[in-house]
């Protein structure tokens, strides 16, 4: 008896330290989800990241600004598994993803939307978000789920339902790029890898992305990494940002700060300290 | 009228041909599609399906249907192993490299075949029975049928997967832009390893449907295989239509040269058209744009 009483107090105990710790790691700092640390990426001989970290906290968007051949879509590669770093570690919740392989990760939660679009072509609208669910197609139970997302995806992208049976080839690239992230959003991703979401598409369209991307973010507490090279939207409507260079970090900051900051402004922003009759 | 008789003759045996070439072809897209190797191994599968057939009619006396699902089981059991042996450690080796080793795989299982079989030709008995059939004067034996038939079915059954299903869905997705599936959660190890499957069973189907008309042995690997390169060249590695086509137009002219020039000619009619496609036509006669596939 007097054991059991005892079992009994230590489990409570340690529920409410561990309740206890979680919510001061909460209010001091928030838990990292996902962790770079000091990786190092090649393409054969020639490196393409140098030591680059980063982190990620649930819920935020952090943008990753540089010039093209920077390295930002080889660090996003890293990180969902098709060019593995040489070393260093990725830990998502703590759990380390360099060795996995891209199926793998996307399993665990991370979805990328790679540069370029990258949808399938040859398929209906239709199939591509299926496509983008394949994992819970493998169960009975995933086929509601399934449909439930698509319907979500539909109403985030109204002009998507209108092309459902078309096919994805001969969408506009605005309508393609909205597809490519629908797509991934079907797998109900923890953490959201956008690379160059605005990449040749028209000002108008690129704003209609980046305010779903938005709120999105906002109602549905996912987690997203942003890759632009339009520094100044992503830089408006994320809360963190890093700069790569040569495949270096360089800097890092709140993106307000960013936003302020002279090198960034002269190398990213496209403001120079010239009057404008100079230019 | 004589003419007319043996031209029709020449184009029912040509399209019989054709059919198992086709079916031949579908096997080499297939794996072409999934991992961008051809696999010379192809014909082996064949070969497999015919002899283990007979090998179970034969030896343990078993009845026609379940000595056939033994055949292809054990045929597809060869294409997983081979599979996981010789190409998925050398998964990032160059193609080239890839299809050396499957015309070192398909040399390792014809020796293996002949030493377990011998070097004897083997009969397999006809399906149904072996009475003639008279077609405008043409005679047709039953097991034309059977080719035209279970030609016809695995090619609906397999446009079906293809386009119906999620699992054939994501090998076609695989095959179109295989890192955009990779980061859709589809594991592209396991569509190579789902098209070797494939492609063994419809093979060793091949090999059982047509060994009843030209009776087989360890070697007909070979001939076959190179048959249903043919085809696949003829209609394009990208579209399973065109496959069906080229194998056909394959056995056509195959049969119409022999009937009509030489016997002797037959095998190398299927060779100089291959040479013609590949010096001005390499894309393949029938293939449209990169969208169709399978
Ligand atoms: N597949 C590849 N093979 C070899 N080098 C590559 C490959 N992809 C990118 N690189 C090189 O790696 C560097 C970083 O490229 P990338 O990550 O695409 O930059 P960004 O996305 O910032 O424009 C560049 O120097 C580029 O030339
Ligand atoms: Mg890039």
New interface residues.
């Given amino acids: 008896m007097q054991i059991l009483r005892n079992e009994a107090y230590f489990l409570v105990y340690a529920a409410v330290t561990k309740y206890a710790a979680q919510r001061c790691i909460w209010t001091f700092y928030k838990v990292a989800m996902l962790k770079i640390k000091n990786i190092n990426t090649y393409y054969g001989q020639a490196q393409a990241l140098t030591n680059v970290s980063l982190h990620l906290s649930e819920g935020e968007i952090v943008t990753l600004i540089g010039a093209n051949g920077a390295g930002k879509t080889t660090l996003l590669n890293s990180l969902s598994g098709i060019v593995p770093p040489q070393s260093g570690q990725i830990f998502f919740h703590d759990t380390p993803i360099n060795n996995l392989a891209p199926h793998q990760i996307v399993r665990l939660g991370i979805s990328q939307v790679a540069e370029g679009r990258q949808v399938f072509k040859p398929f209906s609208v239709d199939d591509n978000l299926e496509l983008g669910a394949y994992l819970k197609q493998k169960f009975l139970s995933g086929k509601d789920k399934v449909k439930k997302n698509k319907e979500f995806v539909y109403d985030l992208f109204p002009i998507l339902r209108e092309r459902k049976k078309q096919l994805a080839g001969t969408l506009s690239g605005g309508e393609q790029q909205m597809l490519a992230i629908g797509r991934a959003l079907m797998a109900n991703p923890k953490l959201l890898l956008l690379d160059e979401p605005s990449m040749g598409l028209a000002p108008m369209v690129t704003q209609e992305i980046f305010r779903v991307i938005e709120n999105f973010s906002r109602e549905e507490k996912t987690t997203i990494l942003l890759v632009e090279q339009n520094a100044r939207a992503a830089l408006k409507m994320a809360h963190r940002g890093y700069v790569l260079e040569n495949g270096r970090m360089i800097l890092e900051g709140m993106a307000a700060e960013l936003l302020e900051n002279k090198d960034v402004q002269r190398a990213y922003l496209g403001k120079d300290k010239k009057e404008i009759w100079e230019r | 009228m004589d003419n007319f008789q043996q031209l029709i003759q020449y184009v029912l045996s040509g399209l019989s041909n054709g059919a198992i070439y086709a079916l031949i072809g579908f096997g080499f897209a297939i794996i072409y599609n999934a991992t961008g190797i051809i696999n010379f191994a192809q014909g082996e599968f064949v070969m497999l399906g015919g002899m283990l057939t007979i090998f179970f009619l034969t030896v343990f006396h078993l009845p026609l249907v379940p000595a056939v699902l033994l055949a292809v089981m054990i045929s597809t059991i060869v294409g997983v192993v081979f599979e996981r042996l010789a190409i998925r450690p050398l998964r990032n080796a160059k193609p080239l490299r890839l299809i050396i080793i499957t015309i070192g795989a398909s040399i390792l299982i014809r020796g293996i075949a002949m030493l377990v079989w011998g070097k004897d030709t083997h009969a397999l008995p006809a399906f149904s029975s072996n009475e003639p059939i008279l077609i405008a004067g043409a005679t047709m034996l039953p097991q034309h049928l059977w080719i035209f038939g279970v030609t016809v079915l695995i090619i609906i059954i397999s446009r079906i997967f293809f386009n119906y299903t999620?699992m054939g869905?994501?090998m076609?997705?695989c095959a179109?832009?295989a890192?955009?599936?990779?980061?859709?959660?589809?594991?592209?190890?396991s569509m190579t390893l789902i098209s070797f499957v494939i492609s063994a069973a419809i093979g060793s189907m091949a090999g059982i449907i047509i060994a009843p008309l030209t009776m087989t042995s360890y070697d007909v690997g070979i001939m076959l295989g190179l048959k249903g390169f043919c085809a696949v060249i003829i209609g394009g590695m990208s579209t399973g239509f065109g496959t069906v086509l080229g194998g056909l137009v394959l056995g056509l002219l195959e049969a119409l040269g022999a009937g009509f020039i030489s016997a002797s000619y037959k095998d190398a009619i299927a060779f100089i058209i291959l040479l013609l496609i590949l010096f001005f036509r390499p894309e393949g006669l029938f293939s449209k744009k990169?969208?169709?596939?399978f």
């Fill in positions: 999620m869905k994501a076609r997705a179109y832009n890192q955009a599936a990779g980061l859709v959660g589809i594991s592209v190890k990169e969208t169709e596939r």
